[in-house]
């Protein structure tokens, strides 16, 4: 079947009473999945959950334990305050069952009513270890995928969407499409599945019961090695791929492949994490003492957020209920806006410095810990942790002529110690050289270009993905917060670290110093801020205003960001770059076009809703050149409308007088600020683009009267 160029399909419109089963959905991507389909999806009809029994536990039970009580579901709690559990068992069916055992082990009566109830089958489950028992590898990811595909293909009208990897490329640099190669293995020769599945099965019978875990673990690694995959995991993910394809050609099926699946991106919130997975021990093992890491600068980390998978996943499954979806697609960013391994080393290393200014215990700690660099190297590098290990080796046989010095003993631990982290570092260096240093990967995705959806909350951007931003703003921060198990979260809460900037910092202290003895700083009406994110507008007459009204809310200028206009800005680079050191900027046009302000908003969302920063906008669009409040574009209205947060109004005196228009020194004069009650913006009736356009008319004009009201207050108070 010939695939269209491109397809527009209403995941609305597709899903409405579709009924799903979800495998996997213990895992880090299966809780990000079902989550989204109960908050996006209400209109689909049952989610069916297969979960296996433990010894000690129900599925039931597990259920509740490791997914319901999961964070991940905070938001959808937050969204149904009082019929939660109502919604979520109207909506999710628990089937206990086991992907390894035939018919999913399934009791029949369930399973004859799912095979004529069911539309899709999800596959998420499978082992993600680089290097398992070889056994486990064989059950959950092999026999696991053929038992859920033999499901499928029994349901009456259910379509497949099985969950891979794009690194079954195996051992080989290049650029890969998106296909299923049955005859070949990564390594040029002649491969059938079938085959190796039916060797592998007689391998793992010949050997003994009593043989030990190592000689399965061994096992795999030689099989996958003798082929050309990195490791067990890819092997085993391969070839279940290849005998699902040549075993149910007549099955509608998509295989999903991602990258690395990490933090999410937006949903369920900024930075969720689970595991210590791809780049955590990375991240881990970079704040150390250890100055090196194995790795080619050019080399991109493919990494691909959790909730781009998840839109990627549901979008794809609407094509697969369609029977209009792809064999294969490629989730990936390789191939689209690559990281490189040199940004993602020193955007960790740059958050850790950050970290070591703020809890190192001594001068030594916080200073000279910070200044040590990180550089890529090979692996037989002379600075290895291999060498290095040696070299300690060395060390100490000689300080053993010497142990009767107290300081040798001292010193001897602390080699030791040095010795033992060296150890695991050359395990985990090992495991990542072929995705960080052997092998350079472009992985193309341009399969799930071709479906676009008709709901943009379903796009699958990785092209808009900042990675500057993403690493220190949300990857790193909820590595540590969920994956490090409580490492350094007290100064992530409270917000410590991101705001770590030594020239926001020292231009924070020296307008604080300026606004108490040379133009002294009174401020009302503090207590009518919001705990949440909220826009801060007022009067706008002078370049004070904007430290004015950051000092006044009594927090730093990292929870801030100021919508500053692109013609002024940005259109000289000496001051852009000044500013934007000395506090965050959102640059919009002031005539903007339909996609300018298009992505006008999304800056500003990023800002809200990833960053958790508040936002300060002038809605008279410039200075005033008298000191008088202008009229107020509708900007201000639009932005509160589309990011569902409150409006704080702040009217400004004194500023005009201090540095007014066309002055370029500021004469020494008292400011006073008064902040009034928050605005919310409830279009909730709005039916229609006329009625939205008459609402934000009238929005602006309570807004303009919020301001003149707080003048005529300010006035009253100043006499």
């Not at 000690?56 to 509740?64: D, L, T, V």
């Not at 305050?81 to 999913?104: A, R």
């Not at 539309?119 to 680089?130: E, M, P, R, T, Y």
């Not at 290990?389 to 142990?403: G, P």
Request: hydrophobic share 40%; charged share 25%; net charge positive.
């Amino acid at each position: 079947m010939e695939y269209r160029t491109t397809e527009v399909i209403s995941l609305f419109e597709t899903y409405h009473a579709k009924n799903i089963l979800l495998t996997g959905a213990t895992g880090f991507l299966g809780k990000v999945l079902l989550v989204m389909i109960l908050d996006r999806l209400p209109m689909a009809g049952c989610i069916y959950v297969l979960i296996r029994n433990k010894k000690e536990s129900s599925a039931k039970n597990r259920f509740i334990n490791e997914i319901l009580n999961s964070p991940v579901f905070h938001h959808l709690r937050k969204k149904y305050p009082n019929n939660f559990e109502d919604y979520l068992f109207s909506k999710v069916k628990i089937i206990e069952g086991d992907v390894v055992l035939p018919h999913l082990g399934i009791e029949d009566e369930v399973a004859t009513k799912l095979y004529t109830d069911l539309d899709l089958v999800i596959n998420v489950a499978g082992l993600v270890d680089f290097f398992p028992d070889i056994r486990k590898g064989l059950d959950i990811n092999i026999n696991g995928t053929l038992n859920v595909a033999d499901f499928a293909n029994r349901c009456h009208s259910a379509s497949l969407m099985h969950v891979s990897t794009c690194y079954v490329a195996g051992k080989r640099s290049g650029v890969f499409e998106e296909k299923v190669e049955i005859d070949k293995s990564p390594n040029g020769l002649m491969f059938d599945a079938e085959k190796e599945y039916a060797d592998l099965c007689q391998n793992l019978l010949n050997l003994k019961d009593h043989v030990s875990r190592k000689k399965f673990i061994e096992l795999g690694k030689e099989r996958a090695d003798y082929w050309g995959w990195n490791n067990t995991y890819v092997y085993t993910k391969a070839i279940a791929e290849m005998l699902v394809v040549q075993r149910y050609p007549k099955l509608q099926k998509a295989i999903v492949r991602p990258a690395i699946v990490e933090s999410s991106l937006h949903f369920p919130f900024p930075g969720w994490n689970e595991g210590l997975n791809t780049s955590a021990p990375i991240c881990k093992s970079l704040s150390g003492w250890y100055p090196c890491f194995v790795g080619k600068k050019e080399i991109p980390l493919d990494l691909i957020p959790v909730d781009e998978v998840c839109n990627a996943m549901l979008t794809i499954g609407a094509a697969c209920l369609q029977n209009k979806a792809s064999p294969v697609y490629q989730l990936a960013t390789s191939g689209c806006n690559p990281c490189s391994m040199s940004l993602s080393v020193k955007m960790i290393r740059n958050w850790h410095r950050k970290n070591y200014r703020i809890v190192g215990k001594s001068w030594a700690e916080k200073y000279l810990r910070a200044l040590v660099p990180i550089k890529c190297i090979s692996i037989d590098h002379k600075c290895s942790p291999q060498h290095v290990n040696r070299f300690i080796v060395k060390t100490m046989n000689k300080l053993d002529n010497y142990s009767h010095f107290n300081w040798v003993k001292k010193l001897r631990k602390k080699l030791v110690v040095m010795k033992q982290e060296l150890a695991k570092l050359h395990i985990l260096y090992e495991s990542y050289v072929p995705f960080c240093y052997e092998y350079h990967y472009v992985f193309i995705s341009n399969e799930i270009n071709k479906i676009i959806p008709k709901e943009t909350m379903f796009s699958y951007q990785p092209t808009s993905i900042n990675w500057k931003d993403y690493w220190t703003d949300i990857h790193i921060p909820g590595i540590v917060k969920w994956v490090f198990s409580g490492e350094y979260i007290k100064d992530y809460q409270n917000n410590k670290l991101a705001d770590f900037n030594f020239s926001r910092k020292g231009f924070y202290y020296f307008c604080k110093m300026f606004f108490k003895w040379y133009c002294p700083l009174k401020v009302k009406g503090q207590e009518n801020l919001p705990a949440t994110p909220y826009i801060l507008f007022s009067n706008h007459c002078s370049h004070l205003d904007t430290p004015v009204l950051m000092l006044a809310t009594g927090k730093t200028f990292g929870h801030f960001s100021m919508i500053a206009a692109k013609d002024y800005f940005f259109d000289n680079h000496r001051r852009y770059s000044i500013v934007n050191k000395l506090m965050n900027i959102i640059s919009i046009d002031r005539n903007p076009t339909k996609r300018s302000l298009k992505n006008d908003i999304e800056a500003c969302k990023h800002a809200v809703q990833d960053k958790q920063q508040n936002l300060i906008i002038y809605p008279e669009g410039t200075r005033s050149i008298t000191g008088d409040v202008q009229s107020f574009k509708s900007g201000v209205a639009m932005m509160a409308v589309e990011l569902g947060i409150p409006l704080v109004p702040v009217y400004i005196n004194g500023t005009f007088d201090t540095l007014g228009k066309g002055n370029n020194f500021p004469k020494p004069g008292k400011i006073s600020v008064m902040i009034g009650k928050s605005i919310m913006p409830n279009p909730a009736s709005i039916m229609d683009r006329r009625s939205l356009f008459d609402y934000y008319r009238s929005l602006i004009k309570s807004l303009e009267s919020s301001i003149n009201d707080l003048k005529e207050r300010s006035a009253a108070l100043d006499v």
